[in-house]
């Protein structure tokens, strides 16, 4: 039997859990296995009393690409078994961050896309640097970011999430600043890095007690109702993941060419 690789790597320095993920070759996706290493890094720093705050970041020019679907297929799974298995792990994730009574940091420097937006809404806080771009394309490919939407909804101004959630368009991070997703956006590495110190000296100043307490109220709205949501968006993904349009969808996009219905000039 092959040894397990290691797709999440985890440092604790000055208080605090840097969990990076390292799985490049596929973009960051929601494997089975990078999951369970991430589940394990931020249930082991929530466990540690020496962690003041987890920080969430990557290796590669992806983020988080979302679900490994191809992954989940190469393990015997049907369409639908793997699209059950990818909400199902969809919301036990975002739910993680959001319990964790430490802050979660997202520090991103590339793109973001499908599940990876669920990390990020799932996040305290998020920041980004200038080599990021993000876009939910799920509607072009007759689907909709359904379970990840109860976790963004949230966070992003009402037109920023009728424009972007409908047009699939790609933003920046200044942009993405403007849209309530992203804490701050940083112009360069160096600034990403002085940007997200800043917030861990004043984390590092806050008591385990004071943090748990306070992280418990801004979470309190997103956790109301949050195992009746994502279940009722899971099974609206079910549905759309079995439609006739979104098998034209992912066949197009598969095979580079425009979708039947898509009636732009470009």
Same mark, same amino acid.
């Not at 961050?97 to 802050?103: N, R, T, Y």
């Not at 080599?131 to 939910?136: H, K, N």
């Given at each position: 039997? @092959?040894e397990?690789?290691?797709?999440?790597?985890?440092?604790?320095?000055?208080?605090?859990?840097?969990?990076?993920?390292?799985?490049p070759?596929?973009?960051?996706?929601?494997?089975? /296995?990078?999951?369970?290493q991430?589940?394990?890094?931020?249930?082991?720093?929530?466990?540690?009393?020496?962690?003041?705050?987890?920080?969430?970041?990557?290796?590669?020019?992806?983020?988080?690409?979302?679900?490994?679907?191809?992954?989940?297929?190469?393990?015997?799974?049907?369409?639908?078994e793997?699209?059950?298995?990818?909400g199902?792990?969809?919301?036990?994730?975002?739910?993680s961050?959001?319990?964790?009574?430490?802050?979660?940091i997202?520090?991103?420097?590339?793109?973001?896309?499908?599940?990876?937006?669920?990390?990020?809404?799932?996040?305290?806080?998020?920041?980004?640097?200038p080599? @990021?771009?993000?876009?939910?394309t799920?509607s072009?490919?007759?689907?909709?970011?359904?379970?990840?939407?109860?976790?963004?909804?949230?966070?992003?101004?009402?037109?920023?999430?009728g424009?972007?959630?409908?047009?699939?368009?790609?933003?920046?991070?200044?942009?993405?600043?403007?849209?309530?997703?992203?804490?701050?956006?940083?112009?360069?590495?160096?600034?990403?890095?002085?940007?997200?110190?800043?917030?861990?000296?004043?984390?590092?100043?806050?008591?385990?007690q004071?943090l748990?307490?306070?992280?418990?109220?801004?979470?309190?709205?997103?956790?109301d109702?949050?195992d009746?949501? /994502?279940?009722?968006?899971?099974?609206?993904?079910?549905?759309?993941?079995?439609?006739?349009?979104?098998?034209?969808?992912?066949?197009?996009?598969? @095979?580079?060419?425009?979708?039947?219905?898509?009636a732009?000039? @470009?």
């Open positions: 039997m @092959s397990e690789k290691t797709l999440v790597h985890t440092a604790v320095e000055a208080a605090v859990c840097t969990v990076t993920l390292d799985s070759h596929n973009r960051n996706a929601l494997s089975s /296995t990078l999951v369970r991430l589940r394990e890094a931020i249930a082991a720093a929530g466990a540690d009393p020496a962690v003041r705050a987890v920080v969430v970041t990557h290796t590669g020019g992806t983020f988080c690409a979302g679900a490994d679907l191809a992954e989940a297929l190469s393990r015997g799974l049907t369409p639908e793997a699209t059950a298995e990818v199902s792990t969809m919301s036990a994730l975002m739910r961050f959001i319990e964790l009574p430490k802050p979660v997202v520090k991103i420097d590339g793109h973001v896309r499908a599940g990876g937006f669920g990390l990020v809404g799932a996040a305290d806080m998020a920041l980004a640097g080599s @990021s771009t993000f876009a939910l799920e072009r490919l007759g689907l909709a970011p359904s379970i990840i939407s109860v976790v963004l909804l949230p966070r992003m101004t009402a037109r920023a999430a424009r972007y959630f409908l047009t699939g368009e790609t933003f920046g991070a200044a942009q993405a600043v403007t849209t309530g997703l992203l804490t701050a956006a940083a112009e360069s590495p160096q600034d990403l890095d002085q940007r997200l110190e800043e917030i861990l000296e004043g984390v590092r100043k806050a008591s385990p004071g748990a307490a306070s992280k418990k109220l801004t979470t309190a709205a997103l956790l109702g949050f009746e949501a /994502t279940a009722a968006r899971a099974a609206e993904s079910m549905a759309a993941f079995a439609s006739e349009e979104a098998r034209e969808g992912m066949t197009a996009f598969l @095979s580079k060419r425009k979708p039947s219905w898509d732009s000039s @470009s």
